[in-house]
């Protein structure tokens, strides 16, 4: 390894020693454990705000003052994380593959997921350049009327290993029996499906939907118990349904993604280490998994979110075995993972 030494930490199971350098790790102490990405977004273009149809219905000119206002958020957001703003140029596929590639790399990490990539035969290619490095979820609508027969071929022929699902974009409810033959494609798969609940977009975007709330999925999740269904960025503003959703339903799980910017809006004071603390006495540390929400440049991995996660888990006294199965071994279970050669391994 290049770069000078900082720091060892001894290695969760075996006593080895875990080196970081600057170089490696950004100048911080490398985990002790391997890390895997459950929640990305490879960068290209998606259409999740409805533009075309907003514009259609109530104009450009009320179209572009909303989306001044929402950049105005955004920007107060990077400011505070000190990020610095989305390129504006889109590269070329080739040349984001290799970035990315690159960023697991840099970072050590076991592997990333992208939950969405442009449609699943897209992100398939994508996947395809990297297949050690990337992991990829099918992310077509559920109230396609091909969507399960979709989901199977996504699996099967495309080599996709989970479901993103953006609830509050949807029409009608999850918990229609229509959908039904989805969650069976799932079940028959044993593929995880995650559904993003809660606001989307940051300030100025989705605050409410048909199915903003994940205790939706209640009876869904009861009907389809072999189905592991997992709520991102800690229910998005939803937390207390989801504590209550996975108390019910042990085929639940939560993971940890993104800047959870909501907090600062609830009644009542919150914070990423009581986050931690309420879903790792609710549902044990087999049930949190890590993810980071990262997806453009120059930001790319978002390292800052990790680094925040691990400290608030070591603040809490976690154990090291715990945080092995939320940064990494979870994940890597859930997406059939554990026996595959993955660029981060130790030894």
Known sequence: MKGEVRGMIPDADAGRESQSTEGAFGGYRRPSFPVFDF??????EEDFAK??????????????????????LQEDWRQAWSFLRPDTEREPLEALMARWAAEVDRYGLDGIAFVTGGGN???????????????GFAHHSPEKPDAAEELRRAVTELGLRGYKILAPLLEGSLADERLYPVWQAAEDLEVPILIHFGILGGGGGIGNAPNIDPLVIHDVAKAFPDVTFVIPHF???????????AWACPNVSVDTSGNNEWVHWFPYELD??????????????????FGSDSSWFPRGFAHRYLLDQIRACRELRIGEDDMALIFGGNAKRLLKLDDRAVPGERG
């Open 235 to 245: 229910g998005c503003g939803y937390t207390r349904e989801l504590l209550q959703l």
């Open 272 to 289: 990423l280490k009581k986050l931690f603390w309420l879903f790792y006495e609710t549902v044990g540390p087999r049930r949190i998994i």
């Open 39 to 44: 929640h990305a977004h490879f960068p290209v």
């Open 121 to 135: 035969d897209l992100l398939a290619r994508i996947l395809g350049s990297e297949p050690r490095r990337f992991v």
């Open 51 to 72: 533009k075309d149809e907003y514009i259609r219905r109530f104009g450009r000119e009320k179209w572009e003052k909303i989306a001044r206002e929402a950049d105005r």
